[in-house]
C-alpha cells in the first residue's frame, strides 16, 4: 500500500472585511489559539468602504485548515466576509525601518550604494543616527539587514503585511450590489448578513 504524500503548507492570506467592534480582535486571535496556529502577520486597517475594516492574517498552514479558519472567523457577527488566497493570488508589501549610525552612512560611500540598490531611502537624518525606509517582500528587507550589520545597525522593525487580492471586483461593488438588490425597509444592524453565503462571493 503507497504512502500518501504529506500535505504540503504555505503561506495564506486571510482577508476579513468586519464591522469595526470592541473585543471582536480578540474573538479572531482565540480561533487561531485554540488550534495552536501561529499567526505570522496582523494587519488592521480601514477598507475602502466607510465603517467597515479589513483585516489582514498570515498563517502558514494547508488549503484544508485555512478554509476550516475562514468559516469560523465568518461565524461571527461582526464579520462580513472572509477571504483567503495563496501568495500568488494577491499583491503584497512590508515596510520596514533601519536605524544606521550617521557617521558611518557619511564616511563610507559603499554603503550609500547598497542602500540604493535595495531602494531605500532616508525618513530622517541627525547628528547621531539616520532612519532609512524600504518596501518589499520578507526576503528584501531581510537582505537590507544583513546588508547594514557590518555598519553599526542599531535598530530594525518591520510592519505587518498588507495584500490586495488579483482577482477580485471588490467586496465594495458586492455590498452596493446587493443592496440595490434587496434595499431595507429599515436600517437594521447586519441585516444583509443572513444572505451572506448568497451575495458576497467573488
Do not use: C
Not at 475594516?53 to 502558514?60: C, E, G, L, P
Not at 466576509?81 to 495563496?86: A, E, S
Not at 528587507?141 to 488579483?166: C, H, M
Amino acid at each position: 500500500m503507497s504512502e500518501q504524500a504529506p500535505i504540503e503548507k504555505q503561506e495564506y492570506n486571510i482577508t476579513v472585511y468586519t464591522e469595526n467592534h470592541v473585543g471582536l480582535l480578540n474573538r479572531i486571535a482565540m480561533i487561531f489559539t485554540r488550534r495552536k496556529i501561529n499567526i505570522d502577520s496582523l494587519n488592521v486597517s480601514p477598507s475602502e468602504i466607510e465603517g467597515i475594516h479589513r483585516f489582514n492574517i498570515v498563517i502558514n498552514e494547508t488549503e484544508e485548515v485555512v478554509s476550516k479558519i475562514a468559516r469560523q472567523i465568518e461565524k461571527q457577527v461582526e464579520v462580513l466576509k472572509v477571504y483567503f488566497n495563496t501568495n500568488e493570488d494577491v499583491i503584497w508589501q512590508e515596510m520596514a525601518l533601519y536605524k544606521v549610525p550617521t557617521d558611518i552612512i557619511a564616511e563610507k560611500a559603499k554603503v550609500e550604494r547598497l542602500l540604493r540598490e535595495n531602494g531605500a531611502r532616508a525618513v530622517v537624518i541627525r547628528k547621531d543616527y539616520t532612519v532609512f525606509e524600504t518596501t518589499g517582500h520578507r526576503e528584501e528587507t531581510d537582505n537590507l539587514i544583513k546588508v547594514l550589520q557590518p555598519f553599526g545597525l542599531i535598530e530594525f522593525v518591520r510592519s505587518a503585511r498588507i495584500a490586495i487580492i488579483k482577482g477580485s471586483d471588490g467586496f465594495n461593488r458586492k455590498l452596493r450590489e446587493f443592496e440595490r438588490a434587496e434595499p431595507g425597509q429599515e436600517a437594521i444592524e447586519n441585516e444583509f448578513l443572513n444572505s451572506r453565503d448568497k451575495v458576497f462571493t467573488m
